[in-house]
Each structure stands twice: as structure tokens, then as C-alpha cells.
């Protein structure tokens, strides 16, 4: 088991490999389908011209993210009408949806970590062996237990794509999760994918 | 007729966070099949201790409560206009309980309603009259990750050299499994409906979902289909959140449709490990729960 403190050292992203189960502690942020779009468009490709307030939320966002690690969740959060925070339920979504993205954030922002689950394709492979990063696969609908390990909601950006959409700046302590893919460039989710193939292949012949 | 607004906030709030005990039972059952000390293993456990702690403390089971899918069926006499109204109201109430995340977001405008409440099909309420006085409303709770990996397939498909037969259906939802891999959520319950039409098949699909894991089809051409699909599914290898395992399918359901002699559709609608489907019952003045 290894426990990681964000934000993370190269060095201890490379003393990571596929299998490691880990618990992750320290400061994180949200940031699912919309937050990637969002990044990208306004900041790396400029496609979009940012307003003032997303230039405040970078202000704040970037540091968080240099070295740090970007959770793909839309948690289930209460205290909306008084603005104190608190999550409920909070696992992760499918990753993959933001493989068009996750490469040029992780690049840009310097994202060591990657949060999420089913794992990513070949352009965030790369990325995780360029930076370097890891991607860390928490367990899909353990999202009680998950909540739980998150101490204190720091703050939220982006509110206005919704709470799902939003990123959250939360504290973790004892975050679970496995790595799936490492900055030596392996995937459990090509072997995974590979082996069930060729079942499949001689499933399909029988 | 009476007012079951408060009767279906509490069928919600049960749904979420307290997953039923057929589907609890599958992946107790799965636990000892995966290697001692394998990533597959460790995501079971923290699966069933997950379950456990939802349930003692009545929050979600998974934090994407998902699309709301209401089947009711009311005896003659009631008024699903109001019904309508009862229901909704009681799923924007467990949505600001937090028992359900606001997932009803305009397509076009991106903006969340905050409160589930969306179009007329959002949440989505199927009405039946039914026979007698008992009024049952059936809820599963689908998200969007299993939901984003439902398959349909058109017959024959030459690249599964799939006919139309139910060696076809049989590729068709072997090929849907291993396209899935672990994003739906492994290990997921298989709904199947086999013919009607593109819309028909995936409601059929969803609606198969409602059965308990542990029955078997009347039909027993489709019994064996859907015990055969589990087997075969199983030997993928893609195993609990695709780490790779034994278990990848919990349970297969299959529905027999008409079809038009032009079209023969497979359509597959993958559920969650997070099977969260319960059903409501009113007789007179009694609500029961299962």
C-alpha cells in the first residue's frame, strides 16, 4: 500500500506501478466532462475568450493543479442553500469521455494525478509518461465510502455548470484507489482489453 | 385517491441508498470467486462495504443517482395527471434530501434544473391500467456511465457473422459485454430484448432490469439463452470495474418482442453493479415496500 500526500513529487509518480492499491491524501479537485471542455477551450486552445470570473477561478484553480490531481466525480453535495459543504456521495464517472482533453490539462496545468474509473486511451498514456503522472482507478458507485474519506469542501468553481459539472476543491484523507496506469507506460485496461478479445474471439467461434 | 407524494419520496430514498438483497446476494456471492489479494477482490469488498455503510446511514449507494425510471401501473379510476404531479414533486423533495444528485441538464443550454425535474420525460414515468384495486410503482435508478455502454444491434451483422436467430443474439451481446469492459461499471445486469423497434427494444430492455436476478424466464428457449449469455459472458475475463476477474455479468434478462419481417434488433441496456431497483405497493391505506 502506498500512501501519497499531494501535491505529488516525480519521483514518487515513478515509484508507482500498475497494480499499486494507494491512499491519497491532501487537496484535490473535481473536474469532469464541462471542466475539461472548459480548460481546454479557454485556456490551452483559446478558442473561447475567458470572462474575469474565469480568470479568478484559474487564479485559483492552477496552483491546485500544478503537481496536484484532478477527480473526475459530480458528487452529490448538501448544504447548497447555506453554502456549507458537505459531500455525500462521491465516486467516480467514466473517464474516458475526457480523453479528447485530459493529455493538454495534464500537460498545461502540470496534473500529476488522474482520478477516475475505466481507465483512458493512449493520448493520456503518453501524457502520464511525459509529465510524469499515473492514473488512479477509485472503485465506480463507492460513493458512500468515498465521501467519506473527504474532510473538508475548500471550495467550489464553476458552480454555474451545475454541481455534478462544478469543480470542487475538497481535502481527502485516505482516498482508495489502484493504479491502473503508470508513468512507465502500462495499462491494465489494454491487457484487460486484449485478453477479453481473444475470449471473445473464441466465444464468437464455438 | 389518496396523496402518495410522501409514500414515493420514501420508495426514492430507499432505491438510493439501500441496494436490494437479490443483487447484494450476486456480489457476495462473487467475492469468493476472485483470486485472494487481486484488484478484483479489493474492488468487491469495498463494493459490499460501500452497500453496507449507504445503507446505515441512508445515503447513496452511487453518488450518479441517474435517470429516474417510474412504471406504475394504477387500477381504473385514477388520474395519472395527478400522479404525475404527486411524483414529480417527490423527486425534486429527495432531491434536496440529496438522496438524488440534480441530474436534468437542457441539452441545448447546458444549465442543471437543480432539481431533476426536466422535460416531460425526465424524470420518465411509464403508466399502465391494470386489473384490481393494488397500485405498484416500480423505480430504477440507471446512471449514466451503464447507461452510455447500452448496445443495439441490427440483424444480421456481418462482422459478428450474426444471423437471425438466437446465435445471433447470442454474438450480439457477447460483442456488447466486451465493448463495455469495465466503463458500465462492472460486474452489470444485462436487460436483452430481442425484435421490436428501435425505441420498443430499448424500453423492453430497461424493463427486463425489474426482474429479481434469481428467476427464470418462463420461456424456456429464453431461460437457457440467458443462462448461457451469464456463462459465456463471464469467461470474458473483465471482471469487477474491468480489473480484469471472474465476474463481469451478474445476471441476464431477456424479452421476446414482434418485430417487422425488415428488422431484427438486439438491443442490450447494461445496468450498473449498483442495481438500484425498488417497487412500491398500495392496497387501501397500506404501503409496502420490496
Known amino acids: ?206 | 385517491m389518496r396523496d402518495l407524494t410522501s409514500d414515493v419520496l420514501e420508495l426514492i430514498r430507499l432505491t438510493s441508498t439501500d441496494l436490494p438483497s437479490d443483487v447484494e446476494g450476486a456480489l457476495r456471492q462473487a467475492r469468493p470467486r476472485e483470486e485472494p489479494g487481486s484488484a478484483a477482490a479489493g474492488a468487491l469488498d469495498t463494493i459490499l462495504e460501500n452497500v453496507d455503510l449507504a445503507r446505515a446511514q441512508s445515503t447513496p449507494v452511487c453518488q450518479d443517482t441517474g435517470t429516474p425510471l417510474f412504471f406504475i401501473r394504477h387500477p381504473a379510476g385514477w388520474s395519472t395527471r395527478l400522479l404525475r404531479q404527486q411524483i414529480r414533486q417527490a423527486v425534486a423533495d429527495a432531491t434536496r434530501r440529496s438522496y438524488l444528485r440534480p441530474n436534468a441538464v437542457d441539452s441545448v443550454s447546458g444549465k442543471n434544473s437543480g432539481d431533476n425535474l426536466g422535460d416531460e420525460a425526465f424524470p420518465t414515468l411509464h403508466f399502465e391500467e391494470g386489473e384490481g384495486d393494488e397500485l405498484t410503482i416500480d423505480l430504477l435508478l440507471k446512471g449514466g456511465g451503464c447507461e452510455n455502454v447500452g448496445a443495439q444491434y441490427s440483424l444480421p451483422d456481418d462482422r459478428l457473422g450474426a444471423g437471425r436467430d438466437l446465435e445471433g443474439v447470442r454474438r450480439g451481446v457477447l460483442d456488447a459485454v466486451h465493448q463495455a469492459q469495465g466503463y458500465g461499471c462492472a460486474p452489470g445486469v444485462l436487460g436483452v430484448a430481442i425484435g421490436g423497434d428501435r425505441g420498443s427494444g430499448f424500453a423492453a430492455s430497461k424493463a427486463a432490469l425489474l426482474r429479481p436476478l434469481d428467476d427464470a424466464h418462463p420461456d424456456d428457449r429464453l431461460a437457457s439463452l440467458e443462462a448461457r449469455l451469464l456463462e459465456q459472458a463471464n469467461l470474458l475475463g473483465i471482471g469487477p470495474m474491468g480489473f480484469g476477474g471472474k465476474t463481469t455479468v451478474l445476471g441476464v434478462k431477456a424479452v421476446n418482442l414482434h418485430r417487422l419481417p425488415a428488422s431484427f434488433f438486439v438491443t442490450v441496456s447494461y445496468m450498473c453493479w449498483a442495481h438500484r431497483r425498488r417497487r412500491m405497493t398500495v392496497r387501501g391505506e397500506t404501503v409496502e415496500y420490496a
Request: glycine share 10%.
Open chain 1, 1 to 206: 500500500m502506498h500512501t501519497l500526500t499531494l501535491p505529488l513529487t516525480p519521483d514518487a509518480v515513478r515509484s508507482l506501478h500498475v497494480g499499486d492499491p494507494v491512499r491519497l491524501n491532501g487537496v484535490l479537485l473535481t473536474g469532469r466532462d464541462a471542466a475539461h471542455k472548459w480548460l481546454v477551450e479557454s485556456f490551452i486552445r483559446k478558442t473561447l475568450s475567458p470572462s474575469p470570473d474565469d480568470m479568478a477561478a484559474l487564479q485559483a484553480i492552477g496552483p491546485r493543479l500544478a503537481g496536484g490531481a484532478i477527480y473526475h466525480c459530480g458528487p452529490v453535495v448538501a448544504g447548497l442553500d447555506t453554502q456549507e459543504y458537505r459531500f455525500v456521495a462521491a465516486g467516480p464517472t467514466t473517464s474516458t469521455r475526457e480523453e479528447p482533453y485530459q493529455a493538454e490539462v495534464m500537460r498545461h496545468f502540470g496534473i500529476r494525478a488522474v482520478i477516475g474509473k475505466g481507465g483512458m486511451g493512449v493520448r493520456t498514456l503518453a501524457a502520464c509518461q511525459e509529465v510524469p503522472g499515473v492514473y488512479l482507478h477509485a472503485i465506480g458507485g463507492a460513493a458512500t465510502l468515498i465521501a467519506q474519506t473527504v474532510q473538508r469542501v475548500l471550495g467550489v468553481y464553476k458552480l454555474e455548470f451545475g454541481v455534478p459539472e462544478a469543480m470542487w476543491a475538497i481535502e481527502v484523507k485516505d482516498f482508495p484507489a489502484v493504479v491502473t496506469m503508470d508513468s512507465h507506460g502500462q495499462s491494465l485496461h489494454v491487457d484487460v482489453e486484449a485478453r477479453s478479445r481473444e475470449a471473445l474471439k473464441r466465444l464468437m467461434a464455438a
